[in-house]
Antibody
Framework: QVHLVESGGGVVQPGRSLRLSCVTS????????MHWVRQAPGKGLEWVAV????????YYADSVKGRFTISRDSSKDTVYLQMNALRVDDTARYYC?????????????WGQGTLVTVTS | DIQLTQSPSSLSASVGDRVTITCRAS??????LAWYQQRPEKAPKSLIY???VLQNGVPSRFSGSGSGTDFTLTITGLQPEDFATYYC?????????FGGGTKIEI
């Protein structure tokens, strides 16, 4: 079955960088777009970014555009989120989610998330 | 960006109740709308896509309807495991957004 396992979260100071990873298994990675979705403590869900099934397109939420970069490595069935210039309001649990198709649709499988805390 | 407004933000219900949650979009999204369930301290789970299509394995007591700007999620015969927070999400543009969530409490 489909598995998504995130890692790379932790405590970081404002202005610093962090890279999250999401290792996938149980499906043909190159057939699906991949997303990152975050959830601040006690808050709702916020879509962060998507990368197309072939890696040729990326889209970002305005709140992270220019600071975050999504990428994928098909040789490792892994998607990444490079987060630069982190701010206190980036504190959240970050979920990796599989797109039901090639890119901008809905999320049919989710990982358990990794917690990012930005604090001085 | 397309805004999604869910109502109510929370509700109290009992096992066996019929519950309806609404999701209103700031502009038309056709039927490009999905619903998710999130139990406490768990990852979200896909329930419905294309406004009314049940994801594999989702019990038939869940149903979705609507198109354009107005959508509903209905649970007929609430079960103990259904007490959770529910989110709608549109996929009609390159800026995906979620509704604010509806928490169903006992």
């Amino acid at each position: 079955q489909v598995h998504l396992v995130e890692s790379g979260g932790g405590v970081v100071q404002p202005g610093r960088s962090l890279r999250l990873s999401c290792v996938t298994s149980g499906f043909t990675f190159s057939h699906h777009g991949m997303h990152w979705v975050r959830q601040a403590p006690g808050k709702g869900l916020e879509w962060v970014a998507v990368i197309w099934y072939d890696g040729n397109n990326e889209y970002y939420a305005d709140s992270v555009k220019g600071r975050f970069t999504i990428s994928r490595d098909s040789s490792k069935d892994t998607v990444y989120l490079q987060m630069n210039a982190l701010r206190v309001d980036d504190t959240a649990r970050y979920y990796c989610a599989r797109d039901s198709s090639s890119g901008l649709t809905y999320f049919d499988y989710w990982g358990q998330g990794t917690l990012v805390t930005v604090t001085s | 960006d397309i805004q999604l407004t869910q109502s109510p933000s929370s509700l109290s219900a009992s096992v066996g109740d019929r519950v309806t949650i609404t999701c209103r979009a700031s502009q038309g999204v056709a039927t490009w709308l999905a619903w998710y369930q999130q139990r406490p301290e768990k990852a979200p789970k896909s329930l419905i896509y294309a406004a009314s299509v049940l994801q594999n394995g989702v019990p038939s007591r869940f149903s979705g309807s609507g198109s354009g700007t107005d959508f509903t999620l209905t649970i007929t015969g609430l079960q103990p495991e259904d007490f959770a927070t529910y989110y709608c999400q549109h996929y009609n543009s390159d800026r995906l957004t979620f509704g604010g969530g509806t928490k169903i409490e006992i």
